[in-house]
């Protein structure tokens, strides 16, 4: 049987899997080294090492990672590697490579709070006050340093060349709305990838986990029961 794990994205925790956990009970939601915990990764290859240090502790030994963002380049690294453990790979609002627009980059640096706030509203379709607060509070207390990193991280993540090495079961998930890896993302997966599928979630933008969490819930359980 294998054991979804759950990896976040740019300037998150684990916590941004709090509306998707009750339907995965015994998933294992990873929060990355240096979001609240002791390290400062700086780049994709760097968080991979920590995530397969991280199932070796946890001796999970068939995992199917689900990666939002940044945490599903996590993932596809680790599926590149080859990694034993990994049975599969199921993407949140994410795609082979994460540009990320050097205003935001340079926003994060010069005025970190109110840079926070604006891409947080990035995330959805619909930024009630409700939402943009969640992944802004993360951001802040992740910290302008890390966040940082994660997101000079993103923007030197790109994959796309080697797509077709994948060799293990991949779905990719965007929102129908999501304005920074849009549905073609998860569509070039789809059609570079052997044997991938791909489901957009209406109505959705980037956390599509947060913003409509039963429609994603259902896409992310028809793959890893196919899975198991």
């Known amino acids: 049987m294998s054991t979804l794990v759950l990896i976040h994205g ?19 939601a990873l929060t990355l ?6 390290g400062a990764p700086a780049s994709i290859a760097e968080f991979a090492d920590a995530v397969a240090d991280d199932m070796q502790r946890l001796a999970i030994e068939d995992a199917i990672l689900c990666g939002v963002s940044m945490g599903g380049a996590i993932a596809l690294e680790l599926a590149l590697r080859k990694h034993p453990s990994v049975q599969g790979v199921a993407l949140l609002g994410s795609g082979s490579r994460l540009r990320v627009a050097s205003s935001i980059l340079e926003g994060l640096e010069t005025d970190f709070g109110a840079t926070a706030r604006t891409v947080a509203g990035y995330f959805f379709a619909n930024p009630t006050e409700e939402l943009v607060s969640f ?20 923007n030197a993540f790109d994959v796309t060349e080697r797509l077709g090495e994948i060799a293990v079961p991949l779905c990719a998930i965007t ?11 998860a569509l070039s997966m789809a059609d570079r990838v052997p044997g991938a599928t791909a489901r957009i979630v209406p109505g959705a933008g980037h956390l599509a986990l947060v913003e409509r969490p039963e429609e994603t819930n259902a896409a992310l359980r028809s793959f ?3 899975i198991k």
Do not use: N, W, Y
């Open 33 to 38: 080294p240096g979001h609240m915990t002791p």
């Open 135 to 154: 992944s802004t509070g993360l951001m802040q207390a992740v910290g302008k340093a890390q966040t940082l990193r994660d997101f000079h991280a993103c």
């Open 224 to 226: 890893v029961t196919i």
């Open 175 to 185: 929102g129908e709305l999501d304005a920074m890896t849009p549905p073609k993302f």
């Open 10 to 28: 740019a300037g998150g925790t684990s916590a941004v899997f709090s509306m998707l956990r009750p339907a995965f009970p015994d998933s294992v």
